[in-house]
């Protein structure tokens, strides 16, 4: 069933690369034509960008970052993960001086897999509500 085998390719996306930082899985799982539709308007929105994201963005910020996926749902070539990014805020997070806060991030997201990779994201997430709270 491709449901199965791609949970596990999104799986091992939220493990690898989100949680590890490992930019080998990274390039094995996204694909050369991926386009992040969640971007924020006028950004970009291709692979690196996203790598960008969890290498000089959350992994500086964030000590012990670990994922933990709730559940997904998969249908066709689209993957659905409600999942939590958890870490102690012990970096500068978009200029917000480290805290020593423990933090936690709700995601969810759909993503589009084409033979084991990463072909669109689309996403929603709470980081605004958290920063709030960091700079309270």
């Known amino acids: 069933m ?3 085998a791609n949970k596990e390719v999104v799986r091992r996306f939220n493990i690898e ?3 590890e930082g490992r930019r080998e899985a990274f390039d094995a799982l ?3 034509d991926f386009v992040n539709r969640s971007a924020p308007a006028g950004t970009p929105n291709d692979a690196e960008s996203m790598w960008n994201t969890f290498k000089n963005m959350l ?3 964030l000590t012990d ?3 933990i996926i709730h559940e997904q749902i998969a249908e066709d070539d689209k993957v659905s993960t409600r999942k939590t990014i958890h870490g102690v805020h012990t ?3 978009l200029g917000i001086a480290p805290t020593g806060n423990a933090i936690s991030i709700d995601v969810i997201d759909v993503v589009r897999v084409r033979d084991g990779r990463y072909i669109e994201h689309w996403g929603i997430n709470s980081l605004s509500s958290v920063l709030a709270g960091l700079r309270a």
């Open 17 to 19: 690369v989100i949680q």
């Open 30 to 32: 996204m694909a050369s």
């Open 2 to 4: 491709p449901e199965i």
């Open 59 to 61: 992994h500086p910020a």
């Open 91 to 93: 970096g500068q997070l």
């Open 65 to 67: 970052l670990t994922v």
